[in-house]
């Protein structure tokens, strides 16, 4: 059952768009989102990562993963990028291709200015009165995605894109590829 499933890997830097976006497919494909910012949340951390915790998120990320699979089609899981080489994505990957699991990967890039502009227009206190330390960390989230380790086929801007034109844009993407 499981080699039949499918399960989509959705990661960008933050204010992408990923969640909105995963949140998305998942409802027009009638699979269930994951995602992996809310066990951090749920395990109450947040700001830099150690790497027992990525190891541990991921680890409770990959067994609902496996749950999910068993009960659906397919999956949706999305999650940021923050660091080289571009994790958690590669772990992810392996993860999936270790228990011969198909995926696709997507990975929003948009411009700086359009992650300013969303991280302002979502209004978190956090974003807006930090707003110069958050773009840092966008344009090293952005940066990783130039790194190398990235294939340009996985890529897709959503720079002044609604919803709709974003999923068609993915749905040419794959037609496309």
Same mark, same amino acid.
């Given at each position: ?7 989509? &890997?959705? !990661? *960008? $830097?933050? #204010?992408?768009?990923?969640? !909105? ?10 699979? $269930? ?13 947040? *700001?830099? %990562? ?34 080289? $080489?571009?994790?958690?994505?590669? @772990? ?18 948009? !411009? ?11 209004? %978190? $206190? ?6 110069? *330390? ?5 344009? @090293? ?19 002044? &894109? #609604?919803?709709?034109?974003?999923? #068609?844009?993915?749905? %040419? %993407?794959?037609?496309?590829?």
């Amino acid at each position: 059952m499981i080699n039949e499933t499918k399960v989509l &890997l959705i !990661t *960008g $830097p933050a #204010a992408s768009g990923k969640s !909105t976006f995963a949140k998305y497919i998942a409802d027009k494909l009638g699979w $269930p989102c994951i995602s992996e910012d809310a066990y951090w949340v749920h395990n109450g951390w947040s *700001g830099l %990562r150690t790497e027992d915790q990525e190891h541990m998120v991921q680890k409770q990320v990959s067994d609902n993963l496996f749950s999910a699979l068993n009960k659906n089609k397919g999956v949706v899981l999305e999650f940021i990028l923050y660091k080289k $080489p571009p994790n958690p994505l590669t @772990n992810y990957q392996k993860f999936l291709s270790d228990n011969s699991i198909p995926f696709e990967t997507i990975v929003l890039k948009p !411009t700086i200015d359009e992650i300013k502009k969303r991280l302002l227009k979502r209004g %978190r $206190p956090n974003d807006i009165e930090n707003i110069e *330390g958050r773009m840092k960390d966008a344009t @090293n989230q952005l940066s990783i995605l130039d790194a190398g380790s990235i294939d340009l086929k996985w890529i897709i801007d959503p720079t002044n &894109l #609604a919803i709709e034109e974003l999923y #068609a844009k993915y749905l %040419r %993407r794959r037609i496309d590829s």
